[in-house]
């Protein structure tokens, strides 16, 4: 008997298992091939503008992926430096030979976490409770709860040309029965798609052809435990290229063989709208004379190069042909072919917002079963059902994030309260706080809720509280000590305007010109970087803080007015049916979240607001 | 209910007096920023005498009755003000008060919260609800309404062109990667914001202009003695059968007599009665021309024919610049003195002999576009509350050129173009959602 079996052994089920374990319950992951445990099937990085910032959040709350990749590194930088710190973010390539393994390492070193191959073919259920799982070989194993995170193996098909076969990702066996039962449970069942472009030879690459694409010169870490595991100076630099007017005669000549458009008659899935195959590419934006691809290194250990943007779904021929139409690539050998995959996923709508389903008591899903795409949405899914359903067995109230506090909470509102149409990518402007929801204050935002649900260690906590100390005691330096016209000559090498009365060391930190490291020779202690780098942030965006903290303080009392859980809407008569109809299918937990519903509009939430009152 | 709320509780009617109510935790801090008294620590439902006042100039004189909560209709801190009415000066309280931090009562709210505070019990509430509910559809037309369509698509224009701009910004944050994606500059968004700001003052300088159409406009007749005013006056009523009335003007708005053709409505104001023009403006200096220029929406400067231009000519035609004026050359019967080459805005008439008096309101049609609106649809942004929300916008456009000019990076700039977006999606009834992600994606090519 287990506390927790985790169904999945990708980047949410780690995460999930991880979690769950570390809480001290009994758990167990089923995965179907141990050797795929956290596997990158897709790009070979971890990161992006967002994403970046989601894996600080992970780590912040105690989970693994940050600390994973940075030992994993082969390049990092940190995008969007120019263009404000509300959104930069950090990106890497991470090898997909050591993450797994590192990943596998920690599983394997983790108390009350045990890993077990095999396909689980049904949940197993007493009175609308999980009571644990079935195997494909009948095995039925018990469990207080059960978390699936199966990404895109439910019901997988993979699509090439006009072939469409059952097997999941690398040809791996795919999930046949589990989808099937959920929706027989009364999940509802969408049909998603995915591809993945298409993986080369490094030494049949000429990269003379191609603009080469450095890590950044500053060592950089996702955790905020800031170990350093690479060498900036050894860094594996990407290549960037362009397609040729022949790439794009091959693909308009040879449209009606792609799966997507022609091959195939039976597509069903939504395929993402980020990322779109180069076949949707070169139709859609017909005016585009050239589009970009990526030349990413997949690993140290072996020779594949990752073709970003190249992902298509043509026969293996016209594959061939597309490649060598390319710069650099003219004589390049494909060691693996680009495939779209179909898969099933539930409609996250009927999730809560702790990822436990509305519809079966201590069942939780995360991943791209909720229908997500990447790999860093999936890994913040699980372990937030990890937590979640640590804290349920625990008889404790879940961690719900809230827009204003996490990337985390606005992937998961958006994922109960609007549901998804196509694969979900976190994008920041998805997020209306994104000022505050920062890459560098990632922990300050989140480690008292990993140290209080148990992820986050004394001596890390310790750390962490000392920082908070610090960053208040440098502030108060910078606003106390004040600075005079005698500073006039020094200000003038900073090719700032000179002072013609005193100021406080914030305030001259305000202007653009000055930097925060052009101050601190006035301070009476030393501070991090790190530390400088919160002074300097408050004080030079102080305003724009401020409006952001207005707007979340507006939407407060909304987010905080609950809806009981069997609110009748069908006794609100004066409600319009559109809007009826959508809180029905959602129902939404505040009225906040009710808000932000389409079909909602201003007038159903006045008389909602007044039922709940009276 | 953390906001304050504001509305005209009253008709809307010239002469009337009209009542502004505001309730709210803000009420009383909230008009106490545009009385003429501190009222911040006074009793409970006392009444005191005093003045509106917009930066330091007296808007209307008015009677605030403070009456702090729970002891009242709506159990929160309730401000009412009894304005002299006239619909010019009612919306402008109205318009001030939403400036400063009242959110515009939505209809039945007043009612709405004294349910929600248990003043009043639920079948009187659910009667409250049915209204607003059957208003929805109503209330979401009029949003749309009050901006005339030609207000509307400009605005919505604007508004597109800002997306384009926000999703350019997007999609280099999102993306960063795509290097043949165009990066928005400083520039770009300049420009743009400039297009954008002065369309805002355009549609509130034609607002300005509908209002006058419907609430009259306020006229001066200035000019040296013997120019012929009052002989100019006479003929402009003598002819169109104007009615002559007295109407108890407001401190603001001293008019003294209004007449009126082809349905446009001239306020004379502080002509001190047409009675005794002459005498009086004989008595006007240049001073006094100067300040009833200040008020007036619009000019006639009447000049003679026959005489050349003096000193205090020149000074009134500098004040002039940036009003609407009509240069009246009248006397035309006379010999020629004056040397019109450097003046604008020329009418020549004679009133002796009712020459040309018609090119005297044709011009006024001209000045104020009378001609393009139709006098069934002066709508245009006639609300308080789309003012009040342009007026946010110019105030948003000029925190993305102090952002630009402080060197602020664009995630930070893009805060307040995307409140701008979200402003003009509010008065023209539109609403965040997904529109700017679709944009996004519809209009850049990324992915993986």
């Known amino acids: 008997m287990y506390d927790i079996i985790v169904v999945g052994g990708g980047h949410a089920g780690c995460e999930a298992a991880l979690a769950s374990a570390r809480c001290g319950h009994k758990t167990l992951l089923v995965t179907g091939n141990i050797s795929n445990i956290a596997d990158m099937p897709c790009n070979p990085s971890i990161g992006g503008s967002a994403k970046g910032i989601v894996v600080r959040e992970i780590d912040a709350l105690g989970g693994e992926m940050g600390k994973c990749a940075d030992k994993s590194l082969l390049q990092i930088k940190m995008l969007n430096r120019a263009k404000g710190p509300a959104v930069r973010s950090l990106r890497a390539q991470a090898d997909k030979i050591t993450y797994p393994k590192n990943m596998l390492k920690t599983l394997k070193n983790t108390e009350n976490l045990n890993i077990q191959e095999a396909f689980v073919k049904d949940i197993l259920t007493k009175d609308s409770k999980v009571s ?483 | 209910m953390d906001d304050t709320i504001a509305a005209i509780s009253t008709a809307l009617g010239v002469g009337a007096i009209s009542i502004i109510r505001v309730s709210g935790p803000q009420a009383i801090e909230i008009v106490n920023s545009i009385f003429s008294k501190d009222i911040s620590n006074v009793e409970s439902h006392t009444i005191h005498y005093g003045f509106i006042v917009e930066k330091n100039e007296k808007v209307d004189e008015v009677l605030v009755s403070v009456m702090k909560g729970p002891k009242t209709f709506t159990v929160e801190d309730v401000i009412e003000i009894n304005a002299h009415g006239g619909i010019n000066t009612t919306n402008k309280i109205l318009e001030l008060l939403l400036v400063h931090g009242c959110r515009l009562a939505e209809p039945g709210e007043f009612t709405k919260r004294a349910f929600i505070n248990g003043r009043i019990d639920l079948t009187e509430a659910e009667g409250v609800m049915d209204l607003i509910n059957s208003e929805t559809d109503v209330a979401r037309k009029m949003a749309l309404n009050q901006v005339n369509g030609k207000v509307s698509s400009m605005i919505s224009n604007l508004r597109n062109d800002l997306a384009e701009i926000i999703s350019n910004i997007e999609v280099n944050i999102d993306y960063p990667e795509y290097e043949d994606i165009k990066v928005m500059t400083v520039q770009d968004i300049k420009s743009q914001i400039s297009v954008i700001e002065s369309n805002i003052n355009r549609i509130l300088n034609e607002s300005q202009n509908g209002e006058i159409l419907k609430n009259g406009i306020k006229t001066a007749i200035v000019g040296k003695p013997n120019v012929g005013k009052s002989s100019l006056l006479n003929r402009l009523i003598g002819e169109d059968k104007a009615i002559v009335t007295s109407i108890k003007g407001t401190t603001r708005d001293s008019v003294e007599a209004t007449f009126n053709f082809d349905n446009i409505v001239l306020n004379l104001i502080d002509t001190a009665g047409i009675r005794d023009t002459d005498d009086l403006v004989e008595s006007i200096g240049v001073s006094k021309s100067l300040k009833i220029i200040d008020e007036a929406d619009l000019i006639l400067f009447v000049l003679n024919y026959n005489e050349e231009l003096t000193e205090d000519d020149y000074t009134i035609f500098d004040k002039l610049k940036d009003k609407n004026y009509i240069t009246i050359i009248n006397k035309i019967d006379l010999k020629k003195r004056i040397d019109d080459s450097n003046l604008k805005n020329i009418v020549y008439v004679s009133a002796l002999e009712d020459k040309n008096i018609d090119d005297i309101k044709d011009k006024v049609k001209e000045l104020f576009n009378l001609d393009k609106i139709r006098t069934d649809d002066l709508t245009y942004l006639t609300s308080a509350r789309s003012k009040a929300i342009l007026i946010k916008v110019l105030e948003a456009v000029k925190d993305v050129k102090n952002g630009l000019d402080c060197y602020m990076p664009i995630d930070m700039i893009e805060i307040d173009l995307k409140n701008i977006w979200n402003l003009l999606g509010e008065i023209i009834g539109e609403s965040y959602d997904e529109e700017l992600l679709d944009q996004l994606f519809s209009r850049f090519c990324v992915g993986k």
Do not use: W
């Open chain 1, 132 to 614: 644990g799982v079935l195997l494909e070989d009948g095995t039925e194993i018990n469990s207080r709860a059960v978390i699936l995170t199966t990404g895109t193996y439910l019901n997988a098909d993979i699509m090439v040309g006009s072939t469409r076969h059952r097997e999941g990702p690398h040809g791996e066996k795919p999930s046949n029965y589990l989808s099937d039962n959920l929706a027989k449970k009364g999940f509802i069942i969408k049909r998603l798609k995915t591809g993945t472009p298409p993986r080369i030879q490094k030494s049949s690459i000429d990269f003379s052809k191609a603009k080469v694409e450095f890590g950044d010169s500053e060592e950089l870490t996702f955790s905020f435990d800031n170990k350093v595991f690479y060498d900036v100076k050894k860094q594996v630099p990407c290549h960037l290229i362009y397609t040729t007017p022949k790439t794009h005669e091959i693909i308009l000549n040879n449209l009606n063989k792609s799966s997507m458009y022609g091959g195939l008659d039976d597509i069903k899935g939504v395929g993402p709208r980020y990322c779109p195959s180069i076949e949707d590419k070169i139709v859609r934006f017909k005016d585009k004379e050239r589009h970009q691809l990526f030349l990413e290194p997949e690993s140290l250990f072996y020779d594949d190069i990752y073709l970003q943007g190249f992902s298509t779904s043509m026969p293996l021929d016209v594959q061939e042909e597309m490649v060598h139409s390319l710069p650099g690539l003219e004589k390049a050998k494909i060691l693996k072919y680009a495939y779209a995959i179909e898969y099933d996923a539930i409609d996250s709508r009927q999730l809560k917002f702790s990822l436990e389903t509305k519809i079966i008591e201590n069942l939780y899903t995360a991943g791209q079963i909720n229908g997500t795409s990447g790999y860093e949405e999936a890994a913040c899914q699980g372990l937030i059902a990890g937590i979640n359903a640590s804290l349920k067995l625990e008889g404790k109230e879940p961690l719900i994030l809230k827009r204003s506090e996490a990337y985390i909470g606005v992937l998961i509102d958006d994922l109960i309260t609007k549901g998804i149409r196509d694969p979900y990518r976190l994008l920041t402007s998805r997020a209306e706080y994104r000022l505050l929801l920062r890459s560098d204050n990632a922990d300050l935002r989140l480690t008292d809720y990993g140290y209080k649900v148990g992820l986050i260690s004394e001596e890390r906590y310790n750390r962490f509280n000392n920082k908070k100390m610090l960053i208040e005691k440098c502030m108060d330096e910078f606003k106390t000590i004040r600075i005079t016209p005698k500073e006039n000559e020094y200000l003038t090498t900073l090719n700032t305007e000179s002072l013609s009365a005193g100021v406080s060391l914030y305030d001259l930190l305000k202007r653009p010109e000055i930097e925060v490291t052009n101050l601190t020779k006035y301070l009476n202690n030393e501070y991090d970087k790190e530390i400088l780098e919160q002074i300097s942030l408050e004080a030079k965006y102080e305003g724009y803080i401020k409006k952001s903290m207005v707007e979340v303080k507006k939407m407060e009392k909304a987010e905080n007015t609950r809806i009981p859980e069997n609110f009748d809407y069908d006794a609100l008569h004066n409600l319009a049916s559109e809007a009826k109809q959508k809180l029905k299918e959602v129902r939404p937990d505040t009225i906040g979240q009710a808000q932000r519903i389409s079909g909602v509009n201003p007038a159903d939430i006045s008389i909602l607001t007044m039922y709940l009152k009276g």
